[in-house]
């Protein structure tokens, strides 16, 4: 259910960003959104209490938005909150975000090395992923796993590219253990 909800009001977003011609707009504004809701934890139980009506939370977003929100995103809030799927909101944001990102072609990349990579290092994989792909962007997220021993893993989306010692360290185990000595 949270899929489908994520997915018609996202879609519902995205299109009217393209028909009004503010992707980028739209686009910007759902990513400030998304922090405030996902840090503001205070924000989500009040308008998912049951015990306030519908119209006061309307009101609230209203009147906490007006100046901050453009009135498309305070819509789909009140429209959102009126059919009592405020829970999803993140995931309406998060799959608008995704949809926009897929629309103009910026790719999210997630880069896990054994140490912090250097600048030039950070610089030569954004290179070599827009080579590589498709993507004319890449938002690039670093993680370190001291465990891979050297190399990078890299994930976009569901492609995984393992190029750390500790997999070729594994590989090589696996050959050695199906291979049988010969002796002379």
Same mark, same amino acid.
Not at 55 to 60: D, L, P
Not at 100 to 103: L, P, R
């Given at each position: 259910m949270a899929k489908l909800v994520s997915k018609t009001y996202g879609d519902a977003l995205f299109e009217l960003a393209l028909e009004s011609n503010q992707i980028d707009e739209l686009y910007g504004e759902a990513k400030q959104l998304l922090k /405030?809701?996902?840090?503001?934890?205070d924000l989500a139980k009040m308008m998912n209490h049951p015990k306030i009506v519908i119209?006061? $939370?309307?009101?609230?977003v209203e009147d906490v938005f007006r100046d901050r929100a453009s009135r498309e995103m /305070?819509?789909?809030?009140?429209? /959102? /909150?009126?059919?009592g799927h405020f829970n999803e909101f993140d995931g309406v944001l998060k799959y608008f975000i995704a949809q926009? $990102?897929?629309?103009k072609k910026i790719g999210t990349a997630y880069i896990t090395s054994a140490m912090e990579l250097s600048l030039a290092q950070k610089d030569s994989v954004r290179r070599k992923l827009l080579e590589t792909t498709d993507y004319v962007q890449f938002d690039l997220i670093y993680d370190i796993d001291p465990s891979l021993i050297g190399g990078v893993v890299i994930r976009i989306g569901d492609r995984v590219v393992d190029g750390s010692v500790k997999s070729k360290l594994a590989r090589l185990t696996s050959e050695l253990s199906k291979a049988k000595l010969q002796m002379p």
């Open positions: /405030i809701v996902q840090k503001n934890e119209e006061e $939370k309307q009101k609230i /305070i819509g789909l809030m009140v429209m /959102i /909150i009126a059919k926009v $990102k897929e629309h």
